[in-house]
């Protein structure tokens, strides 16, 4: 194969981005699941450890609390240690804190579990995203990388899905059992990360040349080096300061606005889907297969959204997603005892439209730095937005009780408007850009 003035972003999808693409997003779709499958056991969750208001906000919103803390860490442990390292910290984290979920029997002990699968999933977001960027093609770059937010839907579709049929299999300890399940996903993630490379545009920027040439000949063939990867910005250390002084304050501000008004409405939904539904006077089958519907609603608007990305662009994908999904949510709270077919319309068409929201939430934090603070950033922008899921999550409960459903709406619609208002005001578009392009400070809107 004739190599010179090739590079890796230049080449087609082949077997070796395929096999990355289901060693990283593997990790999506046991976030997915892990962070759902709490809303699916809290009624039984509940009653068992007599968990009042208080308790349930704060033990569904501790895996969120537990994201804030392993992003900031995981970005500086994947920018400093290397991503092939850090990959299966997280795998390790599900396995052991699920199984533990078998012997809790107190709120405490439910929270810590939780609170460190967290981790595990803050840990997640920055190494297996950069690690997928820093080799796929630049035409594959955004499909691929909003195919890890598909698969976090599928991952929470699938929670509803089998937990619902470990509650009813199971019992009154089925919570357990559902909890736990957890672990068989994670072990599984383990296992197809053996063998995973290191990257070569890491190991360049951290002056191991030899060692990068020898990932790229390895990977794509005998022809390859360092000299097939375009020229990127270096920066010299990658801490917050560092990442701000190097000019790139304003794009973690987008980062993290529209990142944290994308997941504080779904965040909440998830964690607490049967009370939101019931509150909307849905019950029985409809609060059941409603939230299934709605669940499966989500994936496919990812999958919608993932066709469009490059079609129609990064930046006019996220501001129609958060202009028609703040509309239903609107709506919502307008119509909040309308029937129930109408109640679940809205609801599966926020779903849907979210999706291009949510789709992007890997792909403009991985294309906005260069690759030595792409980690730090990514970290950044996924520990302040589960900053505000978990407040949101938290307090979703107590707005339901002392507030309504109507108005709980109003206040997620004003929550998703302010996501449009960063979007338009500070969203580039990154489309047709290489990495090196993507991450300059100069790309064009």
Known sequence: ?????????????NGFHRLLTVRCGGGSFVDGYALSIIGVGMVQIASALHLDNFWQGIIAAAALL????????????????????????GPTLFVVFSLASLWVDSPWALFACRFLIGVGVGIEYPVATALLVEYLPRASRGPRLAALTLLWFAGAAAAYILGNWILAAAGEDGWRWALASTA????????????????????????????ANGVLRRVFGAGFSVDNLAEQAVVRKAGLRDLL??????????????????????FAVYAFAPKVLDALHLQGGWAAYGSIAITLLFVVGCVIATSLINAVGRRPLL??????????????????????????????SY?????????????????????EIRAVGVGIGTSMSRIGAAVGTYLVPVSLQHLGIAQTMYIAAAVTAVGFMAGWFLAPETAALDLAQASSLSPSR
């Open 351 to 371: 779903a849907l439209f979210i999706g291009g929201a949510q789709v992007l939430q890997l792909v403009y934090p991985n294309e906005l730095f260069p690759t």
């Open 184 to 211: 068989l996903l994670g072990a599984a993630l383990f296992a197809i990360r053996l063998g995973t490379p290191e990257s070569a545009r890491w190991l360049l920027n951290k002056g191991r040349t030899r060692e």
């Open 245 to 266: 002084g190097a000019g790139y304050g304003t794009r973690l501000l987008f980062v993290v606005l529209f990142w944290t008004c994308s997941v504080v409405p779904v």
């Open 319 to 348: 501001l129609h997603s958060f202009l028609w999904s703040g509309a239903a949510l609107l709506l919502l709270g307008t119509f909040a005892d309308a029937a129930p077919w109408l109640v679940l319309l809205l609801f599966g």
């Open 1 to 13: 194969m004739a190599t010179h003035g090739t590079t890796i972003e230049e080449l087609p999808l």
């Open 66 to 89: 537990g994201i804030f803390a392993g992003g900031l860490v995981g970005g500086k442990l994947t920018d400093h240690f290397g991503r092939g390292r850090v990959i299966f910290i």
